[in-house]
């Protein structure tokens, strides 16, 4: 199967190129076209792909026929080019954020349906191992009804990004929550369902926000707040609390959990195993989170071939984009006790200007 | 506090000697008395403890008047010599089994209700980080009520005995029953109450049974099994399964236990870990075995102080002997396809001469 890599910066980089290679190795795909604009960057990536083409244009990729197309490159060129690949007939796994906005996801989603071909969001926290088991938790009522739930995700902004793009709002939908708070909100749409209400609250004044807090309320009672930072070291945990117990996750382990259970004086912290039962001989550890990345690209190699489903098809992919433009429309500014009352003030003058475009 | 070792063979030079040293450096006891008819066994003992008197009879003991006892004998010797410490006001802690018949328990337990002294009996797997949890799951129904259990246990017999007693029919009570046995129905009575039906089976063919199975039904529908064998490796596992979940735990793994969810893909597999609940900062790994046996006796000083209740007394104790005696009541012989017509025959005969005293 040939696949192109549509914008070569660091995820192209540090996370495709690896798993492609895995792929190549097991003869079930091929590196065929490279493309990006910037010519270094192509250079770079063809390092392990002698054989791939390097391109700067999206229609060069469409003339190069690739079975399935990555697109990677930054969101605002994702609808754009994913609905160029689909109208010829090329599948596309596509980044996070699907796209820019949401009228631009919409645009994907028909130009899916209208091909024919498989489109995929590529929300690889999904096939974490801690990820499917909360949701088989909160699915199967284990133990029992979901109550609460807190979400922290912060730290210095380390990603090593090739554009500038994170940080200009010509270029960025938004900030720390429409980069990884993407992946948080996936999550918690994946498991809880659509929020029925939800208090949104950020430190933007006229640029990105760099710090956001969600308070989120459920149908049947589930509620929960997600704090999210480029800035601040923050828990980095995912704590999820049922009736009968509870479970806790840091957020970049992709299997490792803690469970506890209420009223019990210990709990089990641990790896998580795929299981066929305590009958079974042996349970194996299940995926690392390089190992779900590289399961995402094999799942959706088995839906192009045609023999099984789309994981994480545009339907589900535009959930966490809509929650996210709701946010941004009614966002307040966050409490910051360190401004003086005529920072403040200016502090909250920006803001508005932001809400009002 | 004085401690006196009442038998000093291979459990009080493996277990308890460690953990008086420990209590020793800590302050709170020390060893004063080491008894055993053995001058050899008193000579290997006194080199941890040079200040402890050596003496040969239960006499002499009483007449030095420590605190408390630990009676670590071989069995037919526990109650002559618990009944003869507490009559003297000594507290006792009685290795298992309690007893070597359960009217000789009987007695222990109404000896220490009229010297009003505290008596605790070594079940020392009570302390289990694993074993508690278990009894918080069942007692809390995190998740949902116990459907089934299976226990095996089983080896070559590795104990380093200092006597023949483990396999002499005129000293012990029993083959594996009565020894591995008794841990193993003490966890089962604590964590399941009283059975109403047991059917059970051994090989015992005049001697002692080196293996057994028993069938155990509960009210409320809980049912289990329990194997144990002194020659056979077995899988050496405790698997629960209960409506929404199970647990697996390995026999000698005092804090490590897998824990699986009624249709989830994967269980999680880990460290049974000290908890106050999902936002307490950090959670401390729960004892080992060794620590167990520690918390055991250091659980039984402060009961001795009149600070605590005593976690296992008397008649805690003498439920899996009472359960152990109707098994060898209603024993049958277990199939062993590998006897030729003539060798079952008379295996049987000898079986029955056995069951008939």
Redesign the interface.
């Known amino acids: 199967m040939k696949i192109a890599m549509v914008g070569c910066g660091a995820l192209a980089e540090i996370y495709y190129a690896p798993v492609v290679q895995e792929l190549q190795a097991d003869g079930l795909a091929e590196m065929s076209v490279l493309c990006d604009p910037d010519v270094s960057r192509l250079k770079k990536l063809r390092t392990p792909f002698a054989m791939a083409a390097a391109k700067n244009r999206i229609e060069e990729v469409v003339a190069a026929k690739p079975d399935l197309a990555i697109v990677a490159s930054p969101p605002r060129f994702h609808a754009e080019q994913t609905i160029a690949l689909l109208d010829a007939g090329i599948s596309v796994l596509c980044e996070k954020p699907m796209a820019a906005t949401v009228p631009e996801a919409e645009a994907m989603i028909a130009a899916a349906e209208k091909a024919s071909v498989p489109m995929a969001i590529g929300l690889f926290r999904r096939f974490f191992?801690v990820n499917?088991?909360i949701r088989?938790?909160v699915?199967?009522?284990?133990?029992g009804a979901v109550r609460r739930f807190?979400i922290s995700e912060g730290g210095a902004f380390q990603w090593p990004a090739q554009s500038a793009s994170f940080f200009q709002k010509s270029a960025s939908q938004g900030g720390v929550l429409a980069d990884v708070g993407v992946h948080v909100l996936d999550l918690i749409l994946w498991w809880f369902g659509m929020p029925e209400r939800v208090r949104y609250e950020d430190d933007a004044m006229g640029g990105l926000e760099a710090n956001c807090r969600m308070e989120l309320s459920f149908p049947g009672g589930v509620s929960g707040t997600v704090r999210l930072s480029r800035d601040t070291a923050l828990q980095n945990q995912t704590?999820i609390?049922f009736e009968?117990?509870?479970?806790?996750c840091a957020a970049a382990a992709a299997n490792e959990?803690?469970?506890?259970?209420?009223?019990?004086?210990?709990?089990?912290?641990?790896?998580?195993?795929?299981?066929e039962?305590?009958?079974a001989p042996h349970?194996l550890p299940?995926d690392s989170s390089h190992q779900s990345f590289a399961r995402q690209l094999r799942s959706f190699l088995v839906a192009v071939r045609g023999e099984g489903p789309v994981e994480v098809p545009g339907p589900e992919g535009i959930r966490s984009l809509r929650l996210i433009e709701s946010c941004y429309r009614q966002r307040t500014l966050m409490e910051m006790p360190w401004l003086s009352p005529g920072e403040k003030a200016h502090a909250s003058a920006l803001a508005q200007s932001v809400a009002e475009p």
Chains 1, 2 share one sequence.
């Open positions: 191992p499917r088991t088989d938790l699915r199967n009522g284990n133990l807190e704590v609390e009968r117990g509870w479970v806790r959990m803690e469970i506890g259970f209420a009223g019990a004086e210990f709990a089990v912290a641990g790896q998580v195993r795929k299981t039962g305590p009958r349970s299940g």
